[in-house]
């Protein structure tokens, strides 16, 4: 990733960028991926050559409904072309050619094929696609969620989504731009393990500030650039070069101040500071009470008030007016306020100290802004943790076997030349080093006899081999899963959230609660687990029955992968499958028929020798889908999964209610499961087969 100077590195365009941030990657990968399978010849170009972008961002839409919730000019053109749409994507282009007017034309890119080039965009941040949206092969890995683990990263009790982010964020270098032939590249991923391991914990919002706001620009070492930043409150690591106006001038004219205030986004932004700026000079000049009132007056005005605090003072109020807030008069203000730089510096240095301050409070502000969307993909990864507004490193042990602090000091910065800059990330080649896969010992350049003392180093402080090592750490995971459960989702929690499923309004308070980085659907897959945790008497290991992905903190972020159950649950003897589902009985048919039978059957098939089980789970069900599934118990299968042919596969459907009432009446899996069981040996059912089943339970 290429810097300009001066600015802040971000891993997602402010464009598109949305809280669920592993799910959108997730989305819009599969709807490349859809789009080159649906044409060999697909490529990522505008209208009139094609409407591939057009599709991208309806597919996008509709995948995440709760997201884009309001698209009217999307919907304008949809309808008002929807005919000549068809036709072009048949091959048929002339009409829609021929009839779109210019206003419309100009609406599809602005606000329709540039859109699907931002939220696209975010994945060539990470080398998952390139800028001409090929997939690469490190994309490939994570859409596909299959790789082969190295030994250290075996030992990790993390899915595979969590591994994949970890190798790319792991080799993620955001680099200067070209100076004599040469770049310097700034790692922000192994800085932010270099901050946890050499402290305990920090502030969320310390280390979210020194990740984002540090580039590759200046020659600081970390450990100068940590300490400089605890010692300078509202410290932003920029180098200033004044412009001959600022360094002359203590009066701009309005024109001038433009020049060197900006706001982007915001024409009230500017006028914001324009009105601080004459306030805060009048006030200088003659401290009386009206100058004071109208400064006052200026940053208490609601319109002005945040604009001024994020341009002057780092997100903060710029003066002290004590416990009496506003009120002091300006005697008093000025005493209290007399050490502070705006007030205190000569009129020669006034414009350069108000110059400098605004620059690193502007960059501080883009630093605070774009780093929320850093500690989403770093809490992804499963090392990260940030709870109660702690950042702490997970497996902190193992880490730092790995991590050696040497190593970490000779790679947060580094310097390439231009060739080895395009062999690392070329602009547009699918075959570079950061788009490939690579493994955690590959990417830190591990030989096998480096890789072979490390695994001794981490025998040697456990005290016992490696594989014991990865079962006590997956051991202690649970066990710490487990007290996560408890402190934050004891039973009649879970209950509680289970019955919020019913009503979609509830959505925005679910995701509050939960996570606002995953989805609803996600979070009901990880809420319904919780429940049968609770049915099974707290029996079950619940942290290993998922195949959703988990952050460092143990809540959800993205849905268990199409070729997997969403919830599978290991016992001694029997293994029982969760299939949930948001989806409404009239989509069911169509959505969910087919997954779960092939899950259903590949489950049977894995676990020869043991009684298997799936229970379907929705707030409503479709009865036709239901029946059709009960029906498969005497019908042979064959599975995908080995080709292996299998009969008497068990699926029942509960409704998300049903679940509500067991965990009321303190139902038990194991009585639901022997109910289940009791009817489904029957063979063919009787009409009401699924009522029985739930009376039998609830009566």
């Not at 990657?25 to 170009?45: K, R, V």
């Not at 310097?184 to 984002?212: C, E, N, V, W």
């Amino acid at each position: 990733m290429e810097l300009g100077y001066g600015r802040v590195f971000n891993l997602m365009d402010t464009n598109g960028r949305r809280g669920d941030v592993i799910n959108a990657l997730n989305t819009y990968l599969n709807l490349l991926q859809e789009g080159y399978e649906s044409n060999h010849d697909y490529e990522w170009t505008v209208f009139p050559k094609s409407l591939n972008q057009f599709v991208f961002y309806k597919r996008a839409i509709e995948e995440s409904p709760d997201v884009f919730i309001d698209h009217p000019q999307f919907d304008y053109f949809q309808n008002k072309y929807n005919k000549e749409i068809k036709l072009f994507i048949s091959g048929s282009k002339k009409p829609l050619i021929e009839s779109i007017t210019n206003q419309d034309r100009k609406l599809l890119d602005v606000a329709i094929e540039s859109r699907a080039r931002h939220y696209s965009s975010n994945l060539c941040k990470l080398g998952f696609i390139t800028v001409n949206r090929k997939i690469t092969p490190a994309g490939k890995m994570f859409l596909e969620k299959n790789l082969l683990r190295d030994k250290f990263e075996s030992i990790l009790p993390l899915t595979n989504t969590n591994i994949a982010l970890i190798r790319q964020l792991l080799k993620l270098r955001v680099y200067s731009t070209s100076l004599n032939g040469q770049r310097r590249y700034y790692s922000p991923f192994l800085f932010g393990i270099y901050l946890l391991l050499k402290y305990d914990h920090i502030s969320a919002t310390d280390f979210r500030f020194l990740i984002q706001s540090t580039s590759p620009y200046g020659n600081k070492t970390p450990n100068e650039l940590i300490q400089e930043y605890f010692k300078n409150t509202g410290y932003a690591p920029i180098d200033i070069n004044y412009p001959p106006e600022i360094l002359s001038s203590y009066r701009l004219s309005a024109n001038q101040f433009e020049t060197y205030f900006k706001n982007s986004k915001s024409s009230k932004a500017i006028e914001a500071y324009w009105e601080f700026y004459n306030a805060l000079l009048n006030f200088r000049n003659d401290k009386s009470d009206v100058n004071y009132s109208k400064l006052v007056n200026t940053l208490r005005n609601q319109k002005w008030s945040d604009k001024i605090k994020k341009a002057f003072g780092f997100g903060k109020p710029i003066f002290d007016f004590g416990e009496q807030n506003y009120l002091v008069g300006a005697s008093f203000f000025f005493e209290i306020n007399k050490e502070n730089e705006l007030l205190s510096c000569s009129d020669n240095e006034f414009m350069k100290v108000l110059y400098k301050r605004f620059l690193e409070s502007k960059y501080f502000d883009m630093a605070l802004e774009y780093s929320d969307t850093t500690k989403r993909m770093f809490s992804a990864t499963g090392l990260f943790k940030f709870e109660k507004g702690i950042a702490k490193l997970a497996y902190k042990e193992l880490m730092a076997e790995l991590f050696k602090e040497q190593y970490l000091l000779d790679n947060i910065f580094g310097i390439s030349s231009d060739s080895e800059y395009l062999s690392y990330e070329g602009d547009d080649a699918e075959t570079t080093y950061y788009t490939s896969v690579n493994s955690v010992s590959e990417i830190m350049e591990f030989d096998s006899s480096k890789v072979k003392e490390l695994i001794s180093q981490i025998e040697e402080n456990f005290g016992t081999s490696i594989e014991n090592v990865t079962e006590l750490i997956r051991d202690k995971t649970n066990k710490d899963f487990v007290e996560h459960i408890n402190q934050k989702y004891p039973k009649v929690k879970v209950l509680e959230l289970m019955k919020m499923f019913e009503d979609r309004s509830n959505d925005s308070a679910i995701k509050e609660y939960v996570n606002p980085e995953a989805t609803v659907p996600t979070i009901y897959e990880y809420i319904t687990a919780l429940a049968w945790y609770y049915l099974s008497n707290e029996k079950i290991n619940v942290y290993d029955s998922l195949n959703l992905t988990l952050n460092a903190d143990f809540e959800p972020v993205l849905h268990a992968g199409g070729g997997e159950g969403d919830i599978v649950i290991k016992e001694k003897d029997r293994v029982t499958m969760l299939e949930v589902t948001l989806m409404s009985r009239s989509s069911q048919g169509r959505g969910e028929m087919e997954p779960v039978l092939r899950h259903s059957t590949n489950l049977k098939a894995k676990y020869t020798g043991m009684d298997t089980m799936t229970f379907f789970i929705a707030c409503e069900l479709d009865t036709n889908t239901v029946n059709i599934w009960r029906y498969i118990l005497t019908q042979e299968q064959i599975a995908t999964l080995n080709s292996a042919v299998v009969s008497g596969i068990i699926i029942m459907s509960f409704t998300n209610s049903e679940i509500c009432k067991f965990i009321e009446k303190n139902i038990t899996s194991d009585l639901i499961i022997e109910r289940t069981k009791q009817s489904f040996v029957n063979g063919t059912p009787e009409p009401g087969w699924r009522d029985k089943i739930v009376s039998s339970l609830i009566c």
